[in-house]
């Protein structure tokens, strides 16, 4: 990331503080649209081939008590923004929501985090500028990366070149928050494996599957921050490496390969830049559950609401997402991915992932 | 118990015995034993009825007079006893009327006339002279003073309560500081634990009493209500009875004692809005119950056997063929002409026809001719059995009432009855009319209603089914309808007044007739104005409303309710409203849950009206104060003490109207007023945030402040009123310009208050000096997002002070530089 990219974003805040300033002087009442960030206002873009936002807007405007407010500590946040970016500073999202305690007036601080994350999303749609542009990181991300990988890292304190295999320890490589500081050097990878839970992950290290298969398994750690979609992005379009999905065999997992594949309903304003359409669900499907008989728990009220949103939710209206959750409202069953060991700790790793990969012409 | 029946066979007189012990009772005795009944129950009590009818009398005497009414009340210690000495201004009254106001009960002006007043049977004063005379023993004292006299009369007396007569102990000239006016001075038992309602009472005279100035002093006390107004209630004028509200007893002793001749001419004379229409319609209802109604059959349609032609010519004798032809068929043409026709208007038809024809066949039809032609066109009409016929043939033919019967007994019941069961009961009707003595077919409504009766119970025991109570009454309402008045001239006044039945036949008829309402010049409401202004006297409130009602009528009294409210300021807001009642501008202290007007404030829905109500019924809580005002010439009370309005269902509507009516004002101002306050609200919050938001952009832009009174005017739907001066020569041009960003048209009053004279003011704007300061005014009216610009040009060390009205302050931004 160079100080020139800094420099821009930094502009492209202060913008946004001209403009209602602007707005003041013209004895308008301030105010700023962002689109509407729900299930109903996502259409796909059939040229860039993902979802994004639709025509809907909200507007947050000054008419009211609460939206205010809510330009207010826009305003406040914008300062604290172009600041960081000034001194080449980063924070996470759950500081800026402390941070703002110590903000001299009390109407701008926040009352919770939700509001603090909300308004970053709002500021990254509205100045088109993206949250690592802003020095912003979640929390922890912590996922990681294993397999035959060589790359350049840009730290705070100077370049690692780091292969992902021989470099790291069975921990793998830790996704940095800002991917893009990375640089691809060489890989003898053949395609990703994203993996949903951590004890998978680890049973593919331990079996060695990404030294077999020439598979660079990255961690997803449940829904996947956004540096891991991103840089599962980068991966598959720098490398053209294919990109698989293995995750449990319920709704909340189908929605986490949503994400990496479609892009998430919050963050469809950068869909573009971290979705990865071409990315493909290996399992659990509903249909393996029947298939390879495996131990199963029976579907909980929520499961059976989260199947039947999903069936309207326009990401997964395709022939093959259709059929495998009606087949799964049907047996009302539900699997997890290291069920598989009930036929042994190996049957993944040997018969599943092999099958499974091959029918998908994956290897 | 002695029971004297066992004692009878054996001693005689015991009648006589008796009746020795038994006499008349003075009115006045009866009273000393009944005291409970005027309100003179306990000695708390007694002291503030006291106070009550000498304020009453004292208020009547003034507006009576036209004298604007200053009312002087003081309770003094004095030993065991109480000491009440009241003073008015009034008239004054003459020695010899004095003793008998004051000293006789049932004596007064009031009882016989219609008029509103405060007091109406004459007892109440004296029955506080009576009070104070039996619990003290001490005479009343009276001092009074008629206009234009020198010296007042002081009189002491008490009542005789044998006689019933005043009895006077002293009498003499004496001085008196008042020009003129009553003063009565009463010692009587009594205690002061009754002091909330005595002021309460005060209070209240004084609030619906706008024109009158009251002053109390007691020991603990002293108040003075000053007068709100100097505009006397209206005059009352006495009005004759309403016929809707005359009871059989009064109409009898009316009767005896009229001029009329006619009842046409009393009802006119003796009765409010009677005049000739409205006597005639009560004349025919009583007609209606007197006489009866004639039955009026279908006339013979073309397909029936009736030839009337044929039976006048049958009965007419000698009068020559043609001449007779002629007479036939003119009866039998204007027969047809009608589609039913009655008896007397058969024997009016037939008298016009034989005059027709004699004026032209010169042949006499003389009244026997003609009875013989009507009465065989109505034997033909009715189908009377003629008396040769044979019994069995009669029995075979039906007659025509019953197709008559039929059809409008079928038009009145429920299509579900059977058509046979409809028929039989018609040819019982039928009969019915038939076996009626009068061949008229003259029935009054309820002997018509026995008939209905009669052949719906056979119709009932052979047809076996059943025929209603609303199935009767429909029938007998069809026929009633169909029926007619009969011409018969009503009987004169002196035949009338003489006939119990006939006198009662003309009270129904009074009543079923629709008159309109009394007038009510009679009465002297308050009016909504002066509620209004009598509440803002004695209420610090924020709000007040009132309304007055039309006139309404309940047994003949008209009578007309007010009510006012009073809300918020410095009426306490803990506990329920308080709710006060009026009677004819006299406040009602006690038994408030016996009282009509509590009832009514207790049913409302208050929650809808804006007020916390618990439950959602009785009376609601907060800072609020309901008045309501029944004035009437007869209020009717629960008891003679005159404490509560009793539940006529007339006067709770009216009541319930009023009070709704005010409400209505009530429940605006209230959601005004939230509405006021959440903007208020709203502009405190906007007011810090938006200048704080204001100067964090600033910061962060690296720029001045910016201006923000626009976006705060349009975020507030404001109304804008901003100065801008410019230099402009010597000396400067100011415009003063207002923006609308409301949801509705403004009308604004802008007057700036400049230090030089200003030049070249635009249209529609004033200047006006004063004292070397030029008033502007200027009336703009701006419509929703608009903007209207006042400018002139001033001088450049000129001072300027820029004033707006009629814009509430909430929406109000003024920017003046």
């Known amino acids: 990331m160079s100080a020139e990219n800094d420099q821009q974003a930094r502009e492209q805040l202060l913008d946004l503080a001209a403009q209602f300033y602007d707005q003041f002087e013209l004895g308008e009442i301030?105010?700023?649209?962002?689109?509407?960030?729900?299930?109903?206002?996502?259409?796909?873009?059939?040229?860039?081939?993902?979802?994004?936002?639709?025509?809907?807007?909200?507007?947050?405007?000054?008419?009211?008590?609460?939206?205010?407010r809510k330009l207010l500590k826009a305003v406040y946040t914008i300062e604290f923004l172009a600041n960081q970016l000034e001194q080449d500073r980063s924070s996470t999202l759950r500081e800026l929501y402390y941070l703002s305690e110590s903000w001299d007036n009390t109407e701008a601080q926040f009352n919770d985090q939700d509001e603090s994350n909300g308004l970053i999303e709002d500021l990254e749609i509205v100045s088109g500028v993206t949250r690592e542009d802003f020095h912003m990181r979640p929390e922890e991300s912590g996922a990681t990366i294993m397999g035959p990988l060589h790359l350049r890292?840009?730290?705070?304190?100077?370049?690692?070149?780091?292969h992902c295999q021989e470099d790291v320890g069975e921990g793998g490589y830790q996704i940095p928050n800002n991917p893009d500081t990375i640089e691809f050097l060489d890989t003898d990878a053949d395609f990703i494996l994203a993996v949903e839970t951590g004890g998978m992950r680890?049973?593919?290290?331990?079996?060695?599957?990404?030294?077999?298969?020439?598979?660079?398994?990255?961690?997803?750690?449940?829904?996947?921050?956004?540096?891991?979609?991103?840089?599962?992005?980068?991966?598959?379009?720098?490398?053209?490496?294919?990109?698989?999905?293995?995750?449990?065999?319920?709704?909340?997992?189908?929605?986490?390969?949503?994400?990496?594949?479609?892009?998430?309903?919050?963050?469809?304003?950068?869909?573009?830049?971290?979705?990865?359409?071409?990315?493909?669900?290996?399992?659990?499907?509903?249909a393996d559950i029947v298939e390879y008989d495996l131990p199963t728990d029976p579907l909980s009220d929520s499961d059976i609401n989260a199947l039947e949103s999903e069936l309207e939710d326009p990401r997964f209206q395709t022939d093959y997402w259709e059929e495998q959750i009606e087949l799964q409202l049907e047996i009302g069953k539900k699997s997890e991915q290291q069920s598989l060991a009930a036929r042994g700790l190996d049957f993944v790793t040997e018969t599943y992932l092999p099958e499974r990969l091959s029918e998908m012409n994956v290897i | 118990m002695t029971s004297f029946q066992s004692t009878l066979g054996e001693e005689s007189g015991i009648a006589e015995e008796l009746a020795e012990s038994q006499q008349a009772i003075s009115i006045a005795e009866f009273f000393e034993k009944n005291k409970h009944m005027l309100g003179f129950d306990s000695g708390a009590r007694g002291l503030v009825t006291a106070v009550k009818e000498a304020v009453d009398n004292a208020l009547d005497a003034a507006e009576e007079a036209g004298i604007l009414p200053d009312i002087y009340v003081e309770?003094?210690?004095?030993?065991?006893?109480?000491?009440?000495?009241?003073?008015?201004?009034?008239?004054?009254?003459?020695?010899?009327?004095?003793?008998?106001?004051?000293?006789?009960?049932?004596?007064?002006?009031?009882?016989?006339?219609?008029e509103q007043s405060r007091g109406q049977q004459g007892i109440g004063i004296s029955a506080a002279v009576l009070y104070s005379q039996l619990t003290s023993g001490k005479p009343a004292k009276i001092t009074?003073?008629?206009?234009?006299?020198?010296?007042?009369?002081?009189?002491?007396?008490?009542?005789?309560?044998?006689?019933?007569?005043?009895?006077?102990?002293?009498?003499?000239?004496?001085?008196?500081?008042?020009?003129?006016?009553?003063?009565?001075?009463?010692?009587?038992?009594?205690?002061?634990?009754?002091?909330?309602?005595?002021?309460?009472?005060?209070?209240?005279?004084?609030?619906?009493?706008?024109?009158?100035?009251?002053?109390?002093?007691?020991?603990?006390?002293?108040?003075?209500?000053?007068?709100?107004?100097?505009?006397?209630?209206?005059?009352?004028?006495?009005?004759?009875?309403?016929?809707?509200?005359?009871?059989?007893?009064?109409v009898i002793k009316m009767l005896s004692a009229t001029d009329s001749q006619?009842?046409?001419?009393?009802?006119?004379?003796?009765?409010?809005?009677?005049?000739?229409?409205?006597?005639?319609?009560?004349?025919?209802?009583?007609?209606?119950?007197?006489?009866?109604?004639?039955?009026?059959?279908?006339?013979?349609?073309?397909?029936?056997?009736?030839?009337?032609?044929?039976?006048?010519?049958?009965?007419?004798?000698?009068?020559?063929?043609?001449?007779?032809?002629?007479?036939?068929?003119?009866?039998?043409?204007?027969?047809?002409?009608?589609?039913?026709?009655?008896?007397?208007?058969?024997?009016?038809?037939?008298?016009?026809?034989?005059?027709?024809?004699?004026?032209?066949?010169?042949?006499?039809?003389?009244?026997?001719?003609?009875?013989?032609?009507?009465?065989?066109?109505?034997?033909?009409?009715?189908?009377?059995?003629?008396?040769?016929?044979?019994?069995?043939?009669?029995?075979?033919?039906?007659?025509?009432?019953?197709?008559?019967?039929?059809?409008?007994a079928d038009a009145a019941t429920s299509t579900r009855k059977d058509d046979a069961v409809i028929h039989g009961f018609a040819s019982r009707l039928a009969a019915k009319f038939e076996d009626e003595d009068d061949e008229r077919h003259r029935l009054t409504r309820s002997q018509l209603r026995e008939h209905v009766d009669r052949a719906a119970d056979l119709t009932e025991e052979y047809d076996e089914v059943s025929f209603g109570d609303t199935a009767r009454e429909n029938v007998t309402e069809a026929v009633w309808d169909v029926m007619v008045t009969v011409p018969d001239d009503p009987p004169l006044v002196r035949e009338l007044s003489g006939d119990r039945d006939a006198t009662s036949d003309l009270v129904d008829a009074m009543r079923a007739t629709d008159i309109m309402a009394p007038p009510t010049r009679c009465l002297?409401?308050?009016?909504?104005?002066?509620?209004?202004?009598?509440?803002?006297?004695?209420?610090?409130?924020?709000?007040?409303?009132?309304?007055?009602?039309?006139?309404?009528?309940?047994?003949?009294?008209?009578?007309?309710?007010?009510?006012?409210?009073?809300?918020?300021?410095?009426?306490?807001?803990?506990?329920?409203?308080?709710?006060?009642?009026?009677?004819?501008?006299?406040?009602?202290?006690?038994?408030?849950?016996?009282?009509?007007?509590?009832?009514?404030?207790?049913?409302?829905?208050?929650?809808?009206?804006?007020?916390?109500?618990?439950?959602?019924?009785?009376?609601?809580?907060?800072?609020?104060?309901?008045?309501?005002?029944?004035?009437?010439?007869?209020?009717?009370?629960?008891?003679?003490?005159?404490?509560?309005?009793?539940?006529?269902?007339?006067?709770?509507?009216?009541?319930?109207?009023a009070i709704r009516e005010a409400a209505r004002e009530l429940k605006s101002f209230?959601?005004?007023?939230?509405?006021?306050?959440?903007?208020?609200?709203?502009?405190?919050?906007?007011?810090?945030?938006?200048?704080?938001?204001?100067?964090?952009?600033?910061?962060?832009?690296?720029?001045?402040?910016?201006?923000?009174?626009?976006?705060?005017?349009?975020?507030?739907?404001?109304?804008?009123?901003?100065?801008?001066?410019?230099?402009?020569?010597?000396?400067?041009?100011?415009?003063?310009?207002?923006?609308?960003?409301?949801?509705?048209?403004?009308?604004?009053?802008?007057?700036?208050?400049?230090?030089a004279e200003p030049r070249n003011l635009s249209d529609g704007a004033t200047a006006v000096e004063m004292d070397g300061e030029w008033f502007v005014k200027w009336e703009p009216e701006v419509s929703s997002e608009d903007e209207a610009v006042l400018e002139y040009e001033v001088d450049n060390d000129a001072a300027f002070d820029l004033d707006v009205k009629g814009v509430e302050s909430a929406k109000l931004t003024v920017t003046d530089q």
């Not at chain 2, 003073?87 to 003793?99: A, F, I, M």
């Not at chain 2, 349009?714 to 001066?725: A, D, F, P, Q, T």
């Open chain 1, 202 to 286: 680890d049973r593919l290290v331990e079996n060695g599957f990404d030294e077999e298969y020439n598979a660079l398994i990255v961690h997803l750690k449940g829904q996947p921050a956004r540096a891991t979609r991103r840089i599962t992005k980068r991966l598959h379009d720098e490398l053209d490496l294919p990109v698989t999905v293995f995750a449990d065999g319920d709704p909340w997992s189908y929605r986490i390969y949503g994400s990496v594949a479609y892009g998430s309903i919050k963050s469809a304003h950068l869909s573009e830049y971290l979705a990865t359409p071409e990315a493909q669900y290996i399992g659990i499907q509903p």
């Open chain 2, 144 to 250: 009074s003073r008629t206009q234009g006299s020198s010296e007042a009369e002081y009189f002491e007396l008490i009542v005789d309560t044998d006689e019933n007569e005043p009895e006077i102990s002293v009498e003499e000239t004496t001085s008196w500081d008042r020009p003129h006016g009553t003063r009565i001075e009463l010692e009587m038992e009594g205690n002061m634990r009754a002091r909330q309602q005595l002021h309460d009472y005060i209070k209240h005279t004084a609030v619906v009493n706008p024109h009158a100035r009251l002053e109390l002093k007691e020991p603990n006390a002293h108040f003075k209500f000053e007068r709100g107004t100097d505009q006397l209630p209206e005059e009352t004028e006495e009005i004759r009875p309403h016929p809707h509200g005359v009871e059989l007893g009064t």
């Open chain 2, 75 to 114: 309770i003094q210690e004095s030993g065991d006893y109480y000491k009440l000495i009241v003073e008015d201004n009034g008239p004054g009254l003459t020695k010899e009327s004095l003793p008998k106001v004051f000293g006789k009960l049932l004596y007064g002006s009031r009882f016989h006339a219609r």
């Open chain 1, 153 to 162: 890292e840009q730290t705070r304190r100077g370049e690692r070149e780091i």
């Open chain 2, 524 to 657: 002297s409401p308050i009016t909504d104005d002066l509620i209004e202004a009598g509440l803002e006297k004695e209420f610090d409130a924020d709000f007040y409303a009132a309304a007055t009602r039309d006139a309404e009528v309940h047994s003949g009294d008209p009578f007309v309710v007010e009510a006012g409210i009073a809300y918020g300021g410095e009426i306490p807001a803990e506990g329920s409203a308080d709710v006060l009642r009026f009677a004819n501008r006299v406040p009602l202290v006690y038994q408030r849950g016996a009282c009509a007007t509590t009832d009514v404030v207790k049913s409302i829905g208050w929650r809808n009206y804006g007020l916390d109500q618990p439950g959602g019924s009785g009376l609601p809580n907060g800072p609020a104060v309901i008045m309501v005002h029944v004035a009437s010439t007869n209020v009717p009370f629960t008891s003679e003490s005159k404490d509560a309005v009793a539940n006529v269902p007339a006067i709770e509507d009216e009541i319930e109207l």
């Open chain 1, 30 to 68: 301030p105010h700023m649209s962002v689109p509407t960030r729900t299930k109903s206002n996502i259409e796909y873009d059939e040229q860039k081939d993902v979802w994004v936002y639709g025509d809907r807007e909200s507007t947050r405007s000054a008419n009211s008590v609460r939206g205010a």
């Open chain 2, 670 to 755: 209230l959601n005004k007023r939230r509405s006021m306050e959440k903007r208020r609200k709203k502009q405190n919050v906007l007011g810090k945030i938006l200048p704080e938001m204001a100067e964090k952009v600033a910061e962060v832009t690296d720029r001045e402040e910016p201006e923000i009174d626009d976006a705060i005017a349009r975020i507030m739907n404001n109304v804008l009123v901003e100065r801008h001066c410019e230099a402009n020569g010597d000396g400067q041009a100011v415009s003063v310009v207002v923006e609308n960003h409301s949801s509705t048209n403004e009308s604004l009053e802008v007057t700036d208050i400049v230090s």
């Open chain 2, 262 to 408: 006619t009842i046409s001419g009393f009802l006119q004379e003796e009765f409010t809005r009677v005049g000739k229409k409205t006597a005639d319609s009560v004349i025919d209802a009583f007609r209606d119950r007197h006489y009866g109604r004639e039955m009026r059959w279908s006339s013979p349609d073309d397909t029936e056997d009736v030839d009337v032609g044929a039976a006048v010519s049958e009965a007419t004798a000698n009068k020559g063929a043609d001449a007779t032809a002629a007479f036939a068929d003119a009866i039998a043409d204007a027969v047809a002409d009608r589609e039913r026709i009655a008896h007397h208007e058969l024997i009016d038809l037939v008298a016009e026809a034989a005059d027709a024809v004699e004026d032209e066949h010169g042949t006499a039809f003389g009244e026997t001719v003609q009875e013989n032609a009507g009465g065989a066109v109505w034997s033909a009409l009715i189908d009377a059995p003629e008396e040769t016929a044979d019994p069995d043939e009669s029995a075979v033919e039906e007659s025509r009432l019953v197709t008559d019967c039929y059809e409008l």
